[in-house]
Nanobody
Framework: QVFMVESGGGSVQAGGSLRLSCAAS????????MGWFRQAPGKEREFVGA????????AYADSVKGRFFISRDHGKATMLLQMNSLKPEDTGIYYC???????????????????WGQGTQVTVSS
């Protein structure tokens, strides 16, 4: 069984920063790509960004490029999402997920991820 746990959400004013963390356990984390997704009220879940199994390749949604940055710490089996210059439209529940297959590039399709966390709320006020 694989467990994913997000932390670090909260409320912040527009222009501020937050850092989310995702802790994974249950299998060899270092061989799986991981991703971040978010869901705003009344909207479908959307891709935010992802990082490949090695930690060297990242991919981001256009809406967050240049503001959000993903990294991972293999030793701690964690993935971080640094969010800067936050906007009210960044508000939502943020989920981390783990790829269903090993050694792949970061993917934007949520269907390619097998395990998901419970989510953490991010609220950005104007």
């Amino acid at each position: 069984q694989v467990f994913m746990v997000e932390s670090g959400g909260g409320s912040v004013q527009a222009g501020g920063s937050l850092r989310l963390s995702c802790a994974a356990s249950g299998r060899t984390q270092s061989t799986y790509a991981m991703g971040w997704f978010r869901q705003a009220p009344g909207k479908e879940r959307e891709f935010v960004g992802a990082i490949d199994w090695s930690g060297r390749v990242t991919a981001y949604a256009d809406s967050v490029k240049g503001r959000f940055f993903i990294s991972r710490d293999h030793g701690k089996a964690t993935m971080l999402l640094q969010m800067n210059s936050l906007k009210p439209e960044d508000t939502g529940i943020y989920y981390c997920a783990q790829d269903r297959e090993t050694l792949r590039s970061p993917l934007a399709d949520g269907k390619q991820y097998a395990y998901w966390g419970q989510g953490t709320q991010v609220t950005v006020s104007s």
